[in-house]
């Protein structure tokens, strides 16, 4: 892949010169080259077996000019084209006549352009007819070159991966396009070749220019600490860490159950909560002296948001922050379709069916208790990551400040 703003044409010839170079070395010398599954050495020789190329490429590689009246290198002189008289775009007609003999299209004048199309499609160059052609044509290199219409291209004959694949592959094109002529005006038929011209910039290379670039920045830019990335797309995330929002706002209504699980999942995951949950789980132990730990914990888990409420409530000195974790959120919560929080965006399933991409699978490193047993008193604290996809996206508006919930 050559990179540029420009098709290169026939400077092409710098980077061709050095495969030449090696091309006829390997032709001529060969090199020597080790084969590890006999354990010995052999002599390599290697040839073109074929290239496969877009239109203005093959002009290129084989400076026959795919342009203008003869644009086609199989056709010659033949090449039936339409000059169009109100563009000025030279369009290519009559494909019927590559069809096999007596294929029906070419009898068909109304469904076309009125016309039957019954003679035979041009014969293909030989060989030697090529070589003659080819042999006293005196190259230039570079821009300089004339355009010389006697010079041909010969790889078209060396279909040869598996001939009878890519003859019918060729057929089933060909009866496309004579599909195409009946149904498209003849400027369509330009279409191809236009399409190509504009292909001059080479997507593919400039994209990959890109990411070079944009690599060398990022490389630099990590050297240079408090610089402003120049040329670097500024991540869509990078300030949301505080949680925001984005799309499909909608308000629905959960039950109490589920309002609960949001709350437990809720007072377990602050900060400022955890003695209390410490404090409430002696207490559960302490009343009832003979139960396991783990119906411990489920009883904490049953009985921490109505104890939390009541201690909160009689407490004078806790803050607005707890007090507001003390109430029972909103059975209202918001909810989005898209969310961004921590640098991400996450989308829930069913938004992500619409999409190309995935941002609906998390995972989650919880610290939890581990029983091995339901009698199981001496629980492991380990971090275990779960996975899951995300089905919903709730905010819990506690009037003062929302808490994003997911619900795998
Ligand atoms: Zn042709």
Redesign the pocket.
């Known amino acids: 892949m050559i990179t540029g703003p420009r098709q290169l044409r026939n400077d092409i010839d710098v980077y061709l010169a050095a495969l030449i170079e090696d091309l006829i070395k390997l032709w001529v010398e060969g090199v020597d080259v080790y084969d590890a599954s006999v354990q010995h050495s052999f002599r390599l020789h290697a040839m073109i077996f074929c290239t496969i190329n877009d239109f203005p490429a093959y002009g290129n590689l084989s400076g026959y000019s795919v342009k203008g009246h003869h644009a086609?290198?199989?056709?010659e002189k033949?090449?039936?084209y339409l000059q169009l008289k109100h563009g000025k775009n030279t369009v290519?007609t009559r494909h019927r006549r590559?069809l096999k003999p007596y294929h029906l299209y070419q009898r068909m004048k109304k469904a076309i352009n009125g016309k039957s199309e019954i003679e035979s499609a041009?014969k293909l160059l030989t060989r030697h007819k090529v070589f003659h052609r080819a042999k006293d044509i005196i190259t230039l290199y570079g821009k300089t070159q004339k355009k010389d219409g006697s010079d041909k291209n010969i790889w078209k004959k060396s279909k040869v991966i598996d001939p009878q694949q890519l003859d019918d592959l060729e057929n089933e094109a060909l009866i496309i396009i004579c599909q195409l002529e009946m149904y498209f005006p003849p400027s369509f038929f330009d279409i191809v070749l236009k399409s190509y011209t504009k292909n001059q910039y080479r997507p593919e290379a400039s994209i990959v220019e890109r990411y070079v670039v944009e690599e060398a920045i990022e490389f630099c830019s990590d050297y240079i600490e408090s610089s402003a990335h120049v040329g670097l797309p500024q991540s869509r995330h990078e300030c949301t860490p505080q949680g925001r929002g984005t799309r499909g706002f909608n308000v629905v209504t959960i039950d109490c159950k589920q309002v609960s699980q949001a709350h437990l999942y809720v007072l377990n995951n602050i900060l400022d909560i955890i003695p209390y949950i410490d404090a409430h789980k002696q207490n559960v132990a302490a009343t009832i002296p003979k139960m396991n730990m783990m119906k411990v914990f489920q009883e904490h888990n049953r009985s921490i948001i109505n104890w939390f409420r009541k201690t909160i409530i009689t407490n004078d000195t806790a803050s607005t922050t707890l007090n507001l974790l003390a109430v029972r959120p909103n059975l209202n919560v918001l909810t989005w379709k898209g969310y961004d929080i921590n640098n991400y965006s996450f989308y829930p399933e069913s938004q992500d069916h619409k999409s190309t991409v995935q941002n609906s699978g998390i995972t989650v490193d919880a610290h939890s208790d581990h029983f091995s047993s339901v009698v199981d008193n001496n629980p492991v604290r380990a971090s275990m990551p779960y996975f899951g996809v995300i089905q919903e996206m709730w905010e819990l508006d506690d009037g003062q400040f929302r808490v994003p919930v997911v619900t795998p």
Do not use: A
């Open positions: 086609c290198p199989i056709c033949d090449t039936s290519y590559f041009p």
